[in-house]
């Protein structure tokens, strides 16, 4: 029999060697996952990047969709003559839709299980074609359960294909009054926020149901606590069941050991990180007496509404982080340190701007320029920059501890165009990067390829709006650019070297392109 693959990851490819051995005929992959692209390539299989690129293939007996992130459309789906099974990490009708292990375990249940079931119109909602139950370990965390549900989704599998070839499937139907969904952006009530209010058995479910351990991706949360108006991610604890006549949501000393007071008990963070995915050392950051704070119900309501907004563009802004190569700011050597310079961009100037980008703002139009020169002075032909759009300081606001107040702004120059030309792709870039807002700040500490980054925060940051007081907190050196005016300003509490230094040689780099763009 001949089949289509649509995946990603160790699964789809496990499931792709029992395929051949099966005696299956491979005809297409179709994945952007480089283990299942080195596969195609080893074994001569066709690969495509996406479903749509199946336009013109033959029909094939079966469609197999194994961690698969694409919906299927039913021009797709239509090449199957038999079958289009799906892979679910979850015994369904319940926990359907995304993160079934992680709920799982929020939920406090006694057994989970995997299913192969058709695929329909209504997600993970068609026939069961086979599958296995586990039980959960009293002290299972979704790092384990997700390994054991790896291995039952390739028994079940090496199964259902026994039933295909002797043609014995039974499908059975999913009962609806049975049915739990949770879709991409479903997360739990307080988005994981630890506090005074929390009880331990709350706390145990919470860390067992995000311990994905150090070389797995989270995609769902990491519990965190805020103190001093800094976020932390806690990564593993332990749970005290009794710590009496304290306050709950106070730090304090357990037996040589830093611990938050909860409702009945305490817990103490063993690995925790900062918002950088930094690594800290809890007896650095938490001191008896000290509170942790519990944002207030509403910023939980407005977190969930960015969230809902944020949640889909995750995987472009891992992406992007990932590739990203911030350049430090500028150096002056000469030049006297201070607190802020503004520059007021000659009228001449801004009129030329503008005639030459008629549809564009002038605020876009001078960071992408703004961006171009910083490239210039530094060397470069490629680099990244801290970036803030015109409407991401309002859309996060309330919320700036858990949203990130910039996004990686990655800037390629082109040698063989004009600076007018690399403006303008510039430009339709940062038209693009906007439209995905921004991501939590937990991204890196929730990914090892960001955690582990030699460097994954920008030396400064270019806001295309007047600079917001939450964002100089981060300690960053900011531009912002409004209007006609252009203004440099160091983080609280500290200087930089050059901003009058950096303006005026940027207004001489604006001259120059105006009179020859």
């Known amino acids: 029999p001949s089949c289509i693959i649509v995946g990603n990851g160790r699964l789809a490819v496990q499931c792709a060697n029992l395929l051949l051995d099966a005696g299956f005929r491979i005809a297409t992959i179709i994945s952007g996952e480089k283990t299942l692209i080195d596969f195609a390539g080893r074994n001569r299989i066709q690969l495509l990047d996406h479903p749509l690129s199946c336009i013109n293939h033959p029909e094939v007996d079966h469609i197999f969709s194994i961690n698969n992130g694409f919906i ?45 079931h058709l695929v329909t119109d209504e997600i993970d909602g068609g026939d069961i074609l086979a599958g296995e139950t586990l039980a959960i370990n009293p002290s299972e965390t979704v790092e384990t359960l997700n390994a054991r549900c790896f291995e039952a989704a390739l028994r079940s599998f090496s199964h259902l294909l026994n039933a295909i070839r002797e043609q014995r499937l039974t499908p059975q139907s999913q009962d609806p009054s049975g049915r739990s969904y949770f879709g991409l952006t479903a997360r739990p009530e307080h988005f994981g926020s630890v506090s005074g209010d929390m009880t331990t058995e709350e706390a145990v479910l919470l860390l067992r149901a995000t311990h994905c351990g150090n070389q797995l991706d989270n995609e769902f949360l990491l519990p ?259 209007g006609d005016e252009l203004r440099i300003v160091s983080p609280v509490g500290s200087s930089i070297q050059g901003a009058d230094a950096l303006a005026n040689e940027f207004l001489m780099f604006m001259e120059n392109f105006c009179a020859h763009p």
Request: aromatic residues 10%; neutral net charge; hydrophobic residues 40%.
């Open 224 to 482: 965190f606590f805020i103190l001093n108006n800094r976020i932390f991610f806690i990564h593993d604890a332990k749970i005290l069941k009794s710590l009496t006549g304290e306050a709950p949501g106070s730090i304090v000393d357990a037996g040589g050991l830093k611990a938050i007071v909860l409702k009945d008990g305490g817990l103490i963070p063993v690995e925790m990180t900062d918002q950088q995915g930094k690594k800290c050392d809890p007896s650095e950051i938490l001191h008896p007496g000290d509170f942790i704070r519990q944002p207030h119900e509403k910023t939980f309501h407005r977190i969930t509404e960015i969230f809902r907004k944020t949640a889909r563009h995750e995987a472009f802004w891992k992406s992007e982080l990932e590739i990203s190569q911030f350049i430090d700011w500028p150096s002056f050597p000469e030049a006297e340190p201070g607190q802020s310079f503004v520059l007021k961009v000659p009228k001449v100037h801004i009129n030329r701007i503008k005639s030459l980008f008629p549809e564009q703002p002038v605020e876009k139009t001078l960071t992408a320029l703004l961006s171009v020169f910083l490239l210039k002075i530094d060397g470069q032909s490629a680099g990244s920059f801290g970036f803030s759009s015109s409407h991401l300081p309002e859309a996060i606001q309330g919320a700036e501890l858990i949203f990130n107040p910039w996004i990686p702004l990655n800037v390629v120059l082109v040698p063989e165009i004009s600076t007018l030309e690399n403006i303008r792709n510039l430009i339709g870039q940062l038209t693009i990067v906007e439209k995905a807002l921004t991501f939590t700040r937990s991204i890196f500490a929730r990914y090892p390829s960001l955690r582990e980054k030699e460097r994954n925060h920008p030396g400064f940051v270019i806001f295309e709006t007047i600079i917001p007081e939450a964002s100089l907190a981060d300690g960053l050196p900011a531009i912002g650019i409004c």
């Open 72 to 116: 299927l459309k039913k021009s797709f789906t239509s090449l199957a003559k038999s079958h289009v099974i799906n892979y679910h990490d979850a015994p369904l009708p319940k926990y359907a839709g995304m993160f079934a292990t992680h709920w799982v375990l929020l939920m406090d249940e006694k057994e989970h299980g995997v299913s192969w």
